[in-house]
């Protein structure tokens, strides 16, 4: 770990100036934070990263985790929680966002048979999310779905998404945007960002290899995670537009083995790009 860490000190000297703005969502060092919370959590400071989005503590106690991100300057600004989590009990979810100091929770995956994402699915999603929302805003939180590809399935004169985004009242319920994922199934996230300015206050940016066939199923190798800007979802337009509508929070997510060595390049690239802002 101390020659990784020094590897990505060295690294990061470059973008320290622009990452502030741009988060990560803690998934991304999955294999490494379990076998050095305090190493990882100062690889992520080194970055110049201030902003993640996490809901572990990796064996550790609260307090012992939170006092580690305050020693890194690291805020917990938005934590996950599972689909069966907000349908049990969303006061504990609200609990557990807060002892974080967190304000946003999200929920990545809607439960499904198979590769069949339905109808009925939507339906008890939706009656989920707008229930558990409530009781979220009325501890001052604000829950968001993160779109899996799998809700862009024809329905009526649109998507299952379409019907989500309609039937969810955004006082409640809103989306956190992962670009891979809107790409994947054949979306174009600039178009959906234009379609629905009002309803991701949140993203994630992730890149995909070049020549990655489309799919709707929400599943992909994790190795078609690549540098962004070296893939195909079109990071530069995506963060031209996502900026002008006041996206609120940006997340790297990295699923890739080699998430370590890329992040501090994905930085570079956000950093370059945003010279043209």
Not at 69 to 87: H, Q
Not at 113 to 124: I, P, Q, R, V, Y
Not at 151 to 169: A, H, I, S
Request: glycine share 8%; with cysteine.
């Amino acid at each position: 770990m101390k020659k990784i860490c020094l590897f990505i000190l060295l690294s990061g000297l470059v973008t320290l100036s622009y990452a502030q703005e741009i988060g990560l969502q803690l998934y991304s060092l999955r294999n490494e934070i379990p076998k050095d919370v305090p190493g990882s959590l100062a690889i992520i400071k080194d970055w110049g990263i201030k902003e993640i989005e996490g809901g572990s503590t990796y064996g550790l106690t609260l307090e012992e985790f939170n006092a580690l991100c305050k020693k890194n300057n690291l805020k917990m600004v938005s934590i996950g929680a599972g689909f069966d989590e907000l349908e049990k009990d969303a006061v504990a979810v609200a609990t557990k966002a807060k002892q974080f100091g967190a304000k946003y929770v999200m929920c990545s995956w809607i439960p499904h048979t198979g590769n069949d994402f339905t109808l009925a699915d939507t339906e008890k999603a939706i009656a989920v999310f707008e229930k558990a929302g409530k009781v979220l805003a009325a501890q001052g939180l604000s829950l968001c779905y993160h779109i899996h590809g799998y809700e862009f399935r024809p329905y009526e004169n649109g998507t299952l998404f379409d019907l989500m985004v309609k039937r969810l009242d955004p006082k409640f319920v809103n989306f956190e945007m992962d670009v891979f994922w809107v790409r994947h199934p054949g979306q174009d996230p600039v178009a959906l960002l234009k379609k629905y300015p009002q309803r991701f206050p949140l993203m994630h940016l992730k890149d995909r290899r070049i020549g990655t066939p489309d799919s709707q199923d929400g599943h992909a190798d994790n190795e078609t995670n690549v540098v962004l800007g070296s893939g195909d979802v079109g990071i530069a337009a995506i963060m031209k537009e996502a900026r002008k509508l006041g996206v609120k929070l940006f997340f790297i997510e990295d699923e890739s083995a080699h998430a370590i060595e890329q992040i501090p390049k994905s930085l570079a690239y956000l950093k370059s790009i945003s010279k043209g802002k």
